[in-house]
């Protein structure tokens, strides 16, 4: 047998080694992905221009973000369906404590503990009900929307003080890619981490897989399960920080729809609906082509109402494939 690196010395490129290059689990969204750039910038090449790529970048973090979070839930076979009212509260009550004359960089901080309140709720009433995760989170749903219409007043809010450093640092760029971007790369690169490497990440996996066997082994279901719904919900409020750091005004139905977007990019990037697996590269890489499906909607003058139902069926063919694949793992 003629060894691969002989092969490449050679100058006859092993088969062995392609494969080894392309046989990751991601490796069919990297494909996918390379194919939607090219359909959209082929024909129109200001796609590839600086101030399109930084507009699709920072629409991707503020749901890539709170997707990193929702991949532990998945892979626990559990949603949280309540993340677009975390990060619209997030949003506005930070605002509002910032037109009252609180220090903006106090005000996120707020909003972040908020958000961790707001997700331990949902996973304590999950335990205490006795009832999936998906089903409280769609009351809740409802419930954070509320607060946030009820502290608006269903009014938005503007006048934020645009030279205060939260605003330059968090709404600007750093080395040119904008704040947000470089925020949510660091997320996802501890959070691949903790998912992958840590005793925490090792147990979200378990419980997925058989929660019935972790919690013969002596797992703390209901306590991993607050855990990572506060996680979730610290990440919903980060993104929702950043939103209005950008965008420098709350609107009161800012973030409806969120959610479907970040169950859509788990599902797309790869996380089984099964449980017992995730993957947080997956997860970017699935926020990515939604956002690049609405791009290409715009340059391709498809009407905006659209994008959603796009975004539908976009879900619904990756849970048939994913079901395809257990189906042939299974068999």
Request: aromatic letters at 8%.
């Amino acid at each position: 047998m003629t060894d691969p690196g002989t092969e490449i010395a050679n100058g006859r490129p092993s088969a062995a080694l392609w494969r080894r290059l392309i046989d990751f689990d991601e490796a069919g969204l990297l494909l996918a992905f390379i194919v939607m750039v090219l359909v959209i910038g082929i024909p129109y090449p200001e796609f590839f221009h600086l101030g399109s790529i930084e507009t699709v970048l920072r629409q991707t973090t503020f749901v890539a973000i709170i997707a990193f979070g929702m991949v532990f839930l998945v892979t626990m076979v559990e949603i949280d369906l309540s993340v677009g009212g975390i990060y619209a509260v997030a949003i506005m009550s930070s605002a509002l404590l910032i037109k009252a004359g609180i220090d903006p960089w106090i005000a996120a901080v707020v909003a972040l503990a908020a958000g961790v309140a707001m997700g331990a709720l949902n996973g304590i009433l999950c335990n205490l009900l006795g009832v999936p995760l998906i089903i409280v989170s769609l009351g809740m749903l409802s419930v954070y929307f509320g607060i946030n219409l009820i502290i608006s007043h269903g009014i938005a809010v503007y006048g934020m003080p645009r030279d205060h450093s939260f605003f330059r640092l968090i709404g600007g760029d750093v080395a040119g890619l904008p704040t947000p971007v470089w925020i949510t790369i660091l997320a996802g690169i501890i959070l691949h981490f903790v998912l992958q490497h840590t005793r925490y990440g090792a147990i979200v996996r378990g419980i997925g897989s058989n929660i019935i066997a972790a919690e013969f082994l002596g797992v703390r279901v209901t306590r991993i399960r607050v855990v990572t719904t506060m996680l979730v919900g610290f990440l919903a409020a980060l993104s929702g920080v950043m939103t209005l750091a950008f965008f420098k005004t709350a609107e009161p139905t800012i973030g409806t729809g969120i959610e479907l977007r970040v169950v859509a990019a788990v599902v797309i990037g790869g996380t089984s609906l099964a449980g017992g697996s995730g993957t947080i590269i997956g997860a970017a890489l699935g926020t990515l082509l939604i956002t690049l499906i609405d791009s290409g909607l715009v340059f391709y003058g498809v009407d905006s109402n659209y994008s959603l139902f796009v975004t539908g069926i976009v879900i619904v063919g990756a849970i048939a494939l994913d079901r395809i694949a257990k189906r042939r793992k299974s068999g």
